[in-house]
């Protein structure tokens, strides 16, 4: 298998309440290799956000193994996880009285000392990555200042001063208007470009996205298969997302 590969093998992700077993999705079997951007797609309520939070080890896994370079996440410590994969949630960030610069170097936290101290290589690249996502300019407004689309900038920012070789995103457009949504995903094909990295992302701008992304995760009927657009709309597989609707793929 390919270096820096991340594996997904029988994997069940759901929830424990008590004795009581809610399994979302089972049977997951997934691969991403450096330079995959990957857009998660599936009505609400199929499990996209559960299956990113399972990934990034925010919540605990029923069944299964997810693998990084053949070893599993089980085998890693907390933080060296957190040194494999960043994640950027859904949740709009509204944080007072801190700079965007010093927002991204939150992602350094990993790697700094007890004291949490930047040095001077952390510095640099967190100033490459605001340049990366050309925040350079806004690096030290105040984050609760900023418009939406900058925040979303800053919180990709952070992700990448994180400089894990994997990316999550939980609906990175969800709060944006059109304009900055195609720029964020113009974004993440940039840095899967330029940083060879995996990045993946749950999305419901199929138009935004598709002329993109390489690779897509659709989950359909409890299912998650694995295709690029092309092959999922010659199979018809992407028609249930808009049962319904009146509306039909080509």
Do not use: C
């Amino acid at each position: 298998m390919d270096i820096n590969t991340l594996s997904i093998n029988n994997l069940s992700i759901g929830y424990k309440k008590g004795r009581k077993v809610d399994i979302i999705l089972s049977d997951i079997n997934l691969l991403a290799k450096p330079g995959d951007l990957i857009a998660l797609i599936g009505r609400n309520g199929t499990g996209k956000s559960t299956l990113l939070r399972t990934i990034v080890n925010l919540q605990s896994k029923l069944t299964g193994k997810i693998s990084f370079n053949n070893k599993s996440f089980d085998d890693y410590s907390n933080s060296e996880v957190s040194r494999i994969v960043s994640y950027v949630s859904t949740s709009r960030v509204i944080i007072q009285n801190i700079t965007s610069f010093d927002l991204v170097g939150l992602g350094r936290s990993v790697y700094t000392n007890i004291f949490g101290s930047l040095t001077k290589n952390d510095n640099n690249i967190i100033n490459e990555a605001l340049k990366l996502v050309g925040a350079d300019n806004i690096k030290h407004r105040l984050v609760s200042e900023l418009s939406d689309g900058e925040r979303q900038k800053i919180m990709i920012a952070r992700a990448i001063g994180q400089n894990t070789p994997v990316i999550i995103l939980d609906e990175p457009t969800a709060f944006l208007d059109l304009p900055n949504k195609y720029e964020v995903i113009k974004l993440l094909k940039k840095i899967t470009h330029e940083k060879n990295k995996i990045i993946i992302f749950s999305t419901h701008d199929l138009s935004i996205a598709f002329n993109q992304i390489n690779n897509t995760w659709f989950i359909n009927e409890n299912k998650i298969v694995s295709g690029t657009i092309n092959e999922l709309t010659e199979n018809k597989m992407l028609d249930s997302l808009f049962a319904g609707t009146g509306i039909k793929l080509m």
